[in-house]
Nanobody
Framework: QVRLVESGGGLVQPGGSLRLSCAAS????????MSWYRQAPGKERELVAT??????????NYADSVKGRFTISRDNAKNTVYLQMNSLKFEDTAVYYC??????????????WGQGTQVTVSS
């Protein structure tokens, strides 16, 4: 039932911008923190940004590598989370994934992922 569908990736030159979107369905979107992760070839998946749910005021957090360049936001009326990426660098090249964790017990939860969207920064 839970679905996350990313879009907006593509090829961009260094210094350029892209806006990623993640359309969510199958859960009470506004309640949960939403995150963007990325994974470059040969590297581990890393957390890029998180926006918390409505209960904690939509507080955002960012990886140090993207602070000041990326902005995560959400539109709860549209069940959509965005990642605005500015001043893109070669090292931003990766597959970007939308993510939500929904608790299923006191210690456990279920992680849901989108299919990913490719971002390639190249001159």
């Amino acid at each position: 039932q839970v679905r996350l569908v990313e879009s907006g990736g593509g090829l961009v030159q260094p210094g350029g911008s892209l806006r990623l979107s993640c359309a969510a369905s199958g859960f009470t979107f506004s309640t949960y923190a939403m995150s963007w992760y990325r994974q470059a070839p040969g590297k581990e998946r890393e957390l890029v940004a998180t926006v918390r749910g409505i209960g904690v005021g939509g507080i955002t957090n960012y990886a140090d590598s993207v602070k000041g360049r990326f902005t995560i936001s959400r539109d709860n009326a549209k069940n959509t989370v965005y990642l605005q990426m500015n001043s893109l660098k070669f090292e931003d090249t990766a597959v970007y994934y939308c993510h939500v964790n929904i608790p299923s017990g006191y210690y456990t939860g279920n992680a849901y992922w989108g299919q990913g969207t490719q971002v390639t920064v190249s001159s």
